[in-house]
């Protein structure tokens, strides 16, 4: 039966309430709420980020597949760590692999932002989430600006074959820039001198 709150704090509350005790996965999804199907993930949050001491079969011997056990009273505080920071010379990669240009929207820095009016800043962001588990290894980050990074922006996103090319002409030494610069003006017949 479905409580009042988030699924999440309907399993600390039912947890609570059996320390010490053997649980099954369905008296877990019953007390989350028989809508929510991703009851599962809450438990490995609160092992994982909140340090709850949630034992399951890989843990205790004396524990069936589908059983669960919190064996003692979780921490007063949460302690969230997120052991896998990003490094300078990782971050330095992901830049330099984009470009220095938002995987986004497209701005690098110098520009200025048409949601926010202020000079674009950059910031290296994980595609998939470290709460979701995501690493920080370079394919899962990528280079995003400030408004993008904290999904600000309400604008479609540039195709990304744009994005890419334009981050292959930032990258580029300054000889091969003039040389794009002046065959997209042949291109298009402006005479930028």
Known sequence: MK????AKGRIKEFFL????????NREIQKAAGQDVTEWARRVRELR??????IMTHNDLDALSPGQYMLVEKPPEKPIIK?????????????FDR?????Q???LCPGDIDPYTSRKVRLHVGHIDDRSHGGKAILSNLRTLCSSCNQGAKNITAVKPESIWLLSQVRRAGITAQKEVFAWLARKFGHDFK
């Open 3 to 6: 409580k009042g709150g988030s």
């Open 17 to 24: 309430k059996n320390i010490n005790v053997v649980v099954t």
């Open 48 to 53: 994982d980020q909140e340090k709850w001491k």
């Open 82 to 94: 997120f052991e896998d920071s990003i490094s300078a010379k990782l971050r330095a990669e992901v």
């Open 98 to 102: 984009n470009g220095f240009t938002c």
């Open 104 to 106: 986004s929207c497209g």
